[in-house]
């Protein structure tokens, strides 16, 4: 199983906080670049937060400040904190692993951002 599963996903009040975790089942996860994305009913996919195999990280506008991306490659797992969640936020976010000559994508976990 190589594809990336994701979990943690769920119903939070505007203001509240969830933490999503991405499992990939990848020989070198240590290696890849993983990301988060996400997608709101109507919207096109929209990227959100990255981090690459050196640590480094990279967040959209709109979840800088609030979200935090890291993992921890003993576990081959990435996470997304989500802080003073927004409405807005509301979405299927997907987890995305990539590397030289592949790019696997998650089935996605809903988050819902009640106001």
């Known amino acids: 199983q190589v594809r990336p599963v994701e979990s943690g996903g769920g119903l939070v009040q505007a203001g509240g906080s969830l933490r999503l975790s991405c499992a990939a089942s990848?020989?070198?996860?240590?290696?890849?670049?993983m990301k988060w994305y996400r997608q709101a009913p109507g919207k096109e996919r929209e990227f959100v937060a990255a981090?690459?195999?050196?640590?480094?990280?990279y967040y959209a506008d709109s979840v800088k400040g609030r979200f935090t991306i890291f993992r921890d490659n003993a576990k081959n797992t990435v996470y997304l904190q989500m802080n003073s969640l927004k409405p807005e936020d509301t979405a299927i976010y997907y987890c995305?692993?990539?590397?030289?000559?592949?790019?696997?994508w998650g089935q996605g976990t809903q988050v819902t951002v009640s106001s």
């Open positions: 995305n692993a990539a590397g030289s000559g592949y790019a696997y």
């Open positions: 990848i020989r070198t996860f240590s290696s890849s670049d």
């Open positions: 981090i690459w195999n050196g640590g480094s990280t």
